[in-house]
Nanobody, 126 residues
Framework: QVQLVESGGGSVQAGGSLRLSCVASGDTYSRRWMGWFRQAPGNEREGVAAIGTGVGYTHYAASVRGRFTISQDNAKNTVYLQMNSLKPEDTAMYYC???????????????????WGQGTQVTVSS
């Protein structure tokens, strides 16, 4: 059973930056997909970024492309989401997700993932 723990959320002003971290424990997969999703109150959960670890494939939602960067540190079993030029509309609970396979159809779709973290809140004020 993979367990995911997110950290790094907080409150920032528009234009600021945050870096989220997701540490995976119990993960014996050498190659898998890791994703970042977010959900604002009243909205559906949406995929933000995903990375195919081991090969480094990345996918981004159009709304964050050019501002957010997903990266990995396999030695630490950690995936990061660097968020720059934050906007108030980025305010949401951010979740880390894991899929124990490199086979995936839609990396930014939540039903592709098997394990989820508890989330970390990001609040961006104008």
């Amino acid at each position: 059973q993979v367990q995911l723990v997110e950290s790094g959320g907080g409150s920032v002003q528009a234009g600021g930056s945050l870096r989220l971290s997701c540490v995976a424990s119990g993960d014996t997969y050498s190659r898998r997909w890791m994703g970042w999703f977010r959900q604002a109150p009243g909205n559906e959960r949406e995929g933000v970024a995903a990375i195919g670890t081991g090969v480094g494939y990345t996918h981004y939602a159009a709304s964050v492309r050019g501002r957010f960067t997903i990266s990995q540190d396999n030695a630490k079993n950690t995936v990061y989401l660097q968020m720059n030029s934050l906007k108030p509309e980025d305010t949401a609970m951010y979740y880390c997700a894991h899929r124990g396979s490199m086979i995936i159809s839609r990396p930014l779709e939540d039903q592709e993932y098997n394990s989820w973290g508890q989330g970390t809140q990001v609040t961006v004020s104008s």
